[in-house]
């Protein structure tokens, strides 16, 4: 999963993708871990995740690494005391490339 980042103290945009329509708001919500009252504030007329869709995601928690050159799941684990593991679950990748912002 791809997600653009303008940067972590700002609202940040997401396009819905065809897999996540299916979901719940509820479970959307949850999956970014941010507030659900701002996230309604933000996208006041959402009902339903419709694939294209473009919205406005409040500030997360979750913490984001940008991929340097050289770097792989390991050194990056090593860096945020985790496992290789753990960071492949959570990006749902095997694979790191230059410039990608993976979930911590």
Known sequence: MKISIQNSNKPWFYTVKLSDEGQS???FKARFCFDAGEFEFLNPNLTSLRA???LILPPSPQYFHTVAPL??????????NTST???????KT??????????I
């Open 85 to 91: 593991d753990e960071l492949i679950a959570k990006n």
């Open 52 to 54: 294209g869709d473009l």
């Open 71 to 80: 770097e792989t799941y390991q050194t990056i684990a090593d860096m945020y």
């Open 25 to 27: 708001l509820e479970s």
């Open 94 to 103: 095997q694979t790191t490339f230059v410039g990608q912002r993976i979930y």
